[in-house]
């Protein structure tokens, strides 16, 4: 025989003061694990409501925190922002100093030229290796392209 305990709902019944069936108040009356689940969480609330520590024992904390907080080593921020600060200044004096690059003109018919005429050779070579044409495009090879494959 399998016992069946008190479900959460159940138990929060229980907790809210509300009754249950009269053979579910017989099981948590005569189980231990159900009550003990009923008296813990009786416990928890109990110790939520419980006062706030002595003075005495609020001045202790408090003069323990100070104490930890003060042995602190301290440390200088403003320090660290100069020094990257400084850092920063040093490494733009180079680049502001060979500001002047004197500016190249290119000749943009030129260029265009060169492409059209590498196309022309080998449109396929302007765009992948010769070992990537190679085997796309066996030498040797004729195309094909009325014949069936």
């Known amino acids: 025989m399998s016992v069946r305990h008190l479900a959460d709902d159940e138990l929060d019944l229980v907790l809210g003061g509300e009754p249950l069936a009269a053979e579910r108040e017989a099981h948590l009356r005569d189980c231990i694990v159900c009550r003990r689940r009923r008296d813990a ?3 928890v609330v ?3 409501r419980a006062e706030d520590p002595d003075e005495a024992t609020r001045a202790r904390v408090r003069e323990a925190a100070l104490a930890a907080w003060q042995s602190r080593p301290v440390v200088h921020w403003w ?11 040093l ?3 180079p680049l502001l100093h060979n500001r002047t690059v004197p ?3 290119i000749d943009t018919e030129a260029v265009m030229a060169e492409v059209d005429a590498a196309l022309a050779r ?3 070579a302007a765009f992948a290796s010769e070992d990537v044409v190679d085997e796309i495009v066996p030498v040797g090879e004729s195309t094909g392209e009325g014949s069936a494959s």
């Open 41 to 43: 969480f009786l416990g």
């Open 46 to 48: 109990a110790e939520a």
């Open 79 to 89: 320090r660290w922002a100069a020094a990257a600060v400084a850092v920063a200044v």
């Open 91 to 93: 490494g733009l004096v």
């Open 103 to 105: 500016l190249q003109i």
């Open 122 to 124: 080998d449109p396929l």
